[in-house]
């Protein structure tokens, strides 16, 4: 059901890759709700993905572009107004990716040269985002920006690695450019700490379908999935939240306020036998 929450909006949405993705049910939604909107991706990703179909499908033009790149990111503000026909109303980034959790490294033996591209893919891009849309000052006054988060950049989760430091560089660089971009120019920057999701770069998450299986146990109204985020990101980007600026929202079905749930607990109850050594020590990850 369409609220025309977005109606006369252009937005741009960052990292769309199938329709596994967030930012590709975000793109749905916000075509839904009334906007019109830019995709972006990076050239090998608009290639070798769907981000073509769901262009074709929205009427949304693409533009090919690596968010680690200060002049590509000048041409995509650059483009966008210039198609969309004005200053951009709100921007979706959804990118992250740890060559040190594709490669299997463990945190305690990370390559540095994977942690800086790690970093520099997860979160700086996100600051050289915000940096180059405020020299162009290319977001509206009121604009949005949302920036996707998980819980690991505040508690330790197995198997999370070097993509829980990079997250929780991405929300202090929402707090920190959102004090100036929301002074100077009125622009809100936030982050939305999803539950874990079964996306195309979550699933390179050591034990991801576990993790999703204990977090389901805990959340009292169970995980938020991709299109619940989607909509939850609509109302961001909406005039309904204008007010809202320098957060990290939890959209997890109450999972971060959570210790421990009945179902979390008869799960673990059932045994931790397969994890212990030959003296029964349990082993832990």
């Avoid at 969309?84 to 040269?113: A, E």
């Avoid at 989607?230 to 309904?240: G, K, T, W």
């Amino acid at each position: 059901m369409s609220y025309n929450l977005l109606k006369g909006k252009r937005g741009i949405i960052f990292g769309a890759l199938n329709d596994m993705s967030i930012a590709w049910k975000v793109a749905e939604r916000a075509v839904e709700e009334g906007a019109a909107i830019t995709l972006t991706n990076t050239p090998v990703a608009v290639r070798m993905g769907e981000t073509a179909e769901l262009g074709k499908k929205l009427n949304a033009e693409i533009l090919p572009a690596d968010a680690t790149n200060v002049e590509d990111l000048e041409m995509v503000f650059s483009k966008s107004m210039e198609i969309l026909g004005g200053k951009i109303d709100f921007v979706l980034h959804s990118i992250g990716m740890s060559p040190n959790v594709r490669k299997k490294r463990t945190y305690d033996d990370l390559d540095y040269d994977l942690l800086d591209k790690t970093l520099a893919v997860s979160a700086i891009s996100f600051h050289k985002t915000l940096q180059v849309a405020k020299k162009l000052d290319a977001i509206a006054e009121g604009g949005s920006v949302v920036a996707l988060s998980y819980v690991a950049a505040q508690r330790t989760f197995f198997g999370y690695n070097d993509m829980a430091d990079a997250k929780a560089l991405l929300e202090s660089i929402a707090r920190s450019f959102g004090y100036i971009y929301g002074r100077e120019k009125g622009v809100r920057v936030n982050t939305v700490s999803q539950s874990p999701t079964m996306t195309t770069a979550g699933s390179g998450v050591k034990g991801i379908t576990d993790l999703i299986d204990f977090s389901e146990r805990m959340s009292p109204i169970g995980n938020a999935t991709a299109a619940d985020c989607a909509d939850y990101c609509i109302v961001m980007f909406s005039d309904l939240t204008r007010k809202v600026t320098m957060q990290n929202l939890y959209h997890d079905g109450g999972f971060s306020s959570m210790g421990m749930s009945l179902r979390a607990m008869k799960q673990y109850s059932s045994g931790l036998d397969e994890y212990k050594d030959e003296k029964g020590k349990v082993i832990y990850g």
